[in-house]
């Protein structure tokens, strides 16, 4: 059995609050024998999406006994801005308060230095290809954050910031929860196989298209650059992994379940060769893919409070009730109830955290074509 | 079996947006056969507290084939102020956000003009005394409404309206929920008895100080009354009943599980014929109370984020942990992990709504010391 | 002198709340003598944003006085959900509170039906020409109003309802308010001309690139087709306009400021001969103009207390304060006292709402580089 | 020319978040030559009354030169929770937002122990009696801080820890501000000659009942003592002081104003002989009293968009506009302005901080019975 494992823990500045109060991030660092590919591992961006912390805490408690071939640097608490938002007794923490743009919307990404990159590397091998690029990200993030004198949002800071360590990686994990949720998992399409270790039933698979968030700015710029080099003629395997894992509900801590994640995760790092072990099998159960196109959000016809009755996980038949929509003003003289239904089958992933809603709020979220992963 | 009982349907104008938008609320009013106490029932007080208003429309659909021996008012979306008030997904509806002042301490009570009013009664019947009395609280309240040229908070305009709808009934039940919490009920001490027909488990016995609310605003003037005219030596009974029936959690609505708190609140107006029925049975469940002094609030002695881990309803022992506390700012050179518990037995009946807590939060609510109610 | 002009009002209904409260917006539309261009006025799209609604009043109150040749639609209050939204005692309006997405920035654009519509215009007239093209952006956001099952988003609902009847407009006025501000105007590059009529010191030049602003949304598609035709040699003279005019500070109302502003637009309205008078002149003042690219903002470097010293609408000189932050936390052992300055003139427009920032809050807008508009 | 005062400075631990982010106060001390009273002076209890802290550093800039003959301790920043809850561009900082308590009425008193002390007093001088009353004072706070296993709400670990400080001063100050206001002074009514001596030329004069505030719970226990001794037929002489400072309004830093303000202060301190010097004169300004009962506020009677137009601290006549409401949803077919007036003469002393405005949101305070103070 292994023993002493070191973890290196370390600080960094987040933020400063009106009072001057200062915003930490502990991160956790584990250095492997440098046979295995990098990990970085990243929880709690959004304010109330709590339990990847908690699976942090459950993995470095199992990695303390483990033997590692890559490295693997793990920071829970994120983004201390929004994990500290309480907005009456719940946390508000998918936005930026002040500014109202989600803290997922800000990571770094730039298309013209890739293709200005993709022009160099003619006669270079892919360890050189891979280690030139890498470089290309980092000093491209290091720019953002040496700012010129305008400065930076308070999310930019936090984004690049994390960024940073995540480019030093070469799988790349971030912890989220929807808000009522199944778990499920961003996956970009060219990494699908790799579904199959986490124990995950559902899967979206998304494109090559950067909208913000820490996976994509970190698998988007390799995969244009596979690309790019493929449709030069040049030979390059992409390697390069991140997924957004949605570990359930938000606002919700249980080191139990906890527990299981990190045994899910360490199936995958088990998998991609980082640990030295053989202990950890993904679950047989069956999984189900859906392109990001055809993960649909449902936003309610009315306002009124919400009984949610679709299970997760399980095929809705069209037809059958997604929810009722009790409008009690409408009793005695109109309809009290109102059924929602699709005309297709649809997979129901999450649903929205209140009974209460707005004319336009999202209920649900569905997988609204679906496939088996095999 | 009966037929066609007439629910009568009104509106109350309750507040008017910035943008002169008003909001009202729908109330429901049966007419009984004038043989039995009348009964007044409001639901969501509190904006997030959606699921009594699910509790009406089941009872309107059960009230709809009795037979009513007294009247029976009933008020869903109490206060639309509080239920309309989205703040990120959740409601953040126990107090008027400007202010910060709960929407359930701001009812009306007058100890002088009682005081006053038991100078008078000489010589007069119960019947009499009463007839006196619930017209002296009735114009106590419209004078409160009919306000001077200076006006009324939003919160008053509300409470005053509903509190003189709930003045004319006899029997009063407001419907609540907890923040994540088990059914729970406040009964006065004097009306124990009543709890048995409750299908709810524990019950907080509550004494004869007002403190704001809408049940000590309507059970407090009757005590008082009687404990005044005791005192003088007058023989008289006390009839009124009023209570705050904590119905689960907040931010949700089933329709099912309201359906079974109907039958409980039916059970209950059966036993004081209200209806002329003998169908609904309370539950064989054993029932605990626990004085209002002993029902006692635990505050976080640090901040972090909750694994809640006591169930709620049965006994847990001195020194089983309440709840641990997850610090993963601690792990590598602190403790990451701390049980709470307490030195006595207790059960634990709600908890707060997140699991990020600052010190000084509110996580549980418990029964300090409790009986058999039997 | 004028008589008798006819105001027609209808309401449109924009959302519904939690307790089915529906939320209206008034509509008060002037027929016009069909001789001149027509017009859309709309006010507090972002909740905080209230002094345009004083500014419709204070239009209404002379556009019944004067002959118009054009008509006029004027919407106060075009966002109720955002007016609506108090968030203690403030209004929380800039962006949809649950799901973060800026009001502003939820209008429809379809570059590909605009590149296909150039592809069917040879041989039509300019009038024709634009006939054609009113009718293709009314039934493009009807298509997306006249949704398909998965719904709309509360803001989409709104935003698509206001654009449908701008569409109809030829000139489109979005009132709006900076937090703490002076008066500016955000004006189409090809339109600086119309600026000189308006009594606003400042105008932001913006470029034809859709962002997914009220403006933007009706002029981006008529410039865009302008320059599709002129490339393809065809001779089309842009005639539509639209402007934001940002008319102070949020959370005011004041109805003697408002009446200036009444006239400023009525100055702007007979430049453009929609009304039949001569009576309004535009102020005597120097106007400024920046490219959208050098309108900055400033983020803070710090967290802390801010006193706001630069004067809106003045050249600050290199070197010069914008601010100085108050860090009490650092007195006696660092500086207390924290200086703003930038290392080149610029003029300040607008700064943060609250002396309370966290680092990286935006502290103030400044036009970096300027001109002269004559 | 007075050197080297040395101020010292220590830190507060006074909350943790869910991150495990530590919240501190920084406490400034200068210790006098033990020939005067001892002051305390705290700041920015309500999260967005900042003023107080750059009150606190042009105190300290001048103290610095000042010779001191009592010791001062000024604490800016005192409840840093309040202070970081920004809430949208603003900060909601007058309730705990969890709770919705007012954090400014959760200070402690306890009649009961008073009246015992009184009973123990006979014989002793009034140096001893206050040496023992402070002491007394001292102990119940440390019995509360140091708590039951129940633990202690986030508001009570603040103040209680302040309070902690402010029992060992005699004169007490509370910087505070209104939401938009004038600058006005809370001061009990044993010492409005005292009030002469501040540049503030509106006080609010309060009875012995203690509401939860830090000026009452660090009076009226002096106050209640001296009516117990006097009503004894003992000898005694109230000579503790403490004041709420209104300085104005909310969100806003001005140190120049502060710079102001800090000479009003130090005019007290002199002519109560904390430090030694004449260098400071009150300025010669009206200041008109008003009994605590006799200020109002007014509530306004819709919703709406509010124009206030009353001026501060100027007699505004009965029938006299307070404020215009603008509903644009009644022009044309109903009244778009309504004006509000009182029918009696009044002082106006602040406003609501915003526009917009439900029914029976607080539109003004006012002085509704004022006399001068001479």
């Known amino acids: 059995m292994k023993q002493d494992?070191?973890?290196?823990?370390?600080?960094?500045?987040?933020?400063?609050?009106?009072?001057?109060?200062?915003?930490?991030?502990?991160?956790y660092f584990i250095k492997g024998q440098g046979k295995g590919p990098n990990v970085y591992i990243q929880a709690n961006m959004h304010g109330a999406e709590v339990q990847g912390n908690a699976v942090i805490y459950q993995l470095l408690e199992q990695?303390?006994?483990?033997?590692?071939?890559?490295?693997?640097?793990?920071?829970?608490?994120?983004?201390?801005?929004?994990?500290?938002?309480?907005?009456?007794?719940?946390?508000?923490?998918?936005?930026?308060?002040?500014?109202?743009?989600?803290?997922?919307?800000?990571?770094?990404?730039?298309?013209?230095?890739?293709?200005?990159?993709?022009?160099?590397?003619?006669?270079?091998?892919?360890a050189q290809i891979d280690e030139g690029f890498q470089q290309l990200l980092l000093r491209?993030?290091?720019?953002?954050?040496?700012?010129?004198?305008?400065?930076?949002?308070?999310?930019?800071?936090?984004?690049?910031?994390?960024?940073?360590?995540?480019?030093?990686?070469?799988?790349?994990?971030?912890?989220?929860?929807?808000?009522?949720?199944?778990?499920?998992?961003?996956?970009p399409e060219y990494a699908q196989n790799s579904a199959k270790y986490f124990d995950i039933e559902h899967t979206v698979l998304i494109p090559n298209s950067f909208d913000g968030a820490m996976d994509e700015a970190t698998f988007c710029p390799w995969w244009t650059l596979a690309k790019s080099l493929n449709a030069k003629g040049i030979d390059y395997t992409l390697e390069r992994e991140s997924f957004?894992?949605?570990?359930?509900?938000?606002?919700?801590i249980d080191l139990d379940v906890a527990h299981q994640d990190a045994l899910s995760i360490l199936s995958y790092l088990q998998y991609k060769k980082v640990i030295q072990t053989t202990?950890?099998?993904?679950?047989?159960?069956?999984?189900?893919?859906?392109?990001?196109?055809?993960?649909?959000?449902?936003?309610?016809?009315m306002g009124g409070m919400v009984d949610y009755l679709a299970d997760f996980g399980e095929v809705l038949k069209a037809g059958q009730p997604l929810a009722r929509i009790l409008r009690m003003d409408n009793y005695g003289d109109g309809d009290a109830l109102h059924y929602i239904s699709l005309d297709h089958d649809v997979i129901p992933i999450l649903h929205f955290a209140s009974a209460s809603v707005n004319q336009g709020t999202e209920l649900y979220k569905v997988f609204s074509k679906f496939f088996q992963i095999t």
């Open 279 to 301: 202990e950890f099998t993904p679950k047989k159960i069956t999984r189900y893919g859906c392109m990001l196109s055809d993960y649909k959000a449902f936003y309610s016809p």
């Open 63 to 126: 990695l303390k006994q483990l033997t590692l071939l890559g490295d693997i640097t793990l920071v829970p608490y994120a983004n201390p801005v929004g994990a500290n938002h309480k907005n009456g007794e719940y946390t508000l923490g998918r936005f930026d308060p002040i500014t109202g743009v989600n803290w997922n919307r800000m990571y770094h990404f730039d298309q013209e230095s890739i293709d200005h990159y993709v022009e160099q590397v003619d006669g270079l091998s892919q």
């Open 140 to 187: 491209n993030v290091e720019q953002k954050l040496d700012h010129n004198q305008y400065g930076l949002t308070t999310g930019q800071r936090i984004a690049y910031q994390l960024q940073k360590m995540a480019h030093q990686a070469d799988l790349v994990l971030d912890l989220h929860t929807g808000p009522i949720s199944s778990k499920h998992l961003y996956c």
């Open 5 to 27: 494992t070191h973890i290196e823990k370390s600080v960094l500045d987040m933020g400063e609050m009106a009072s001057g109060a200062k915003l930490t991030v502990p991160v």
């Open 244 to 252: 957004t894992v949605e570990l359930g509900s938000q606002e919700l």
